[in-house]
């Protein structure tokens, strides 16, 4: 069986005070390292490089700030002391112009099903292409 050369989306959430936007663009990218759900552990394991990840600010000022690329896939986490937790490569690529703010994301029916409102707490969610683009539309819009 032949595996998908296409991108998957996904979308990662991290509060800004901790790790934010600008400090990953002035990085030039970064270890997605600390996740300690299985389910968002399992996401990051399904990623790929190419697939392309929207970048959400949580707690403060909850919104997708940005687009970021993975540039190397699941590796075994470095921080993790016990356990089996993986770990990818991000690195951004631009900022959306606008903010795309939960409240937009919860206002707009066509996003109804997104992951970001079934599962709110999950760190690291799959996003379908057209979820993905429709933010990125809102964001540059």
Known sequence: MKKSTS????????????YSWSTFVKDGGTEWTGVRNFQARNNLRAMKKGDQ????????????????EVTQAAYPDPTATEGDWSAVKLKPLHALKNLVTLADIKKDARL???????????SVMPLTEKEFEMIVEKGNG
């Open 53 to 68: 990840v929207l970048f959400y600010h949580s707690v403060v000022n909850p919104s997708v700030v940005g687009v970021a």
């Open 7 to 18: 991108p998957s989306y996904w979308l990662v959430k991290q509060e800004p005070i901790a």
């Open 112 to 122: 109804a099903d997104i992951a970001l409102l079934k599962q709110s707490r999950l």
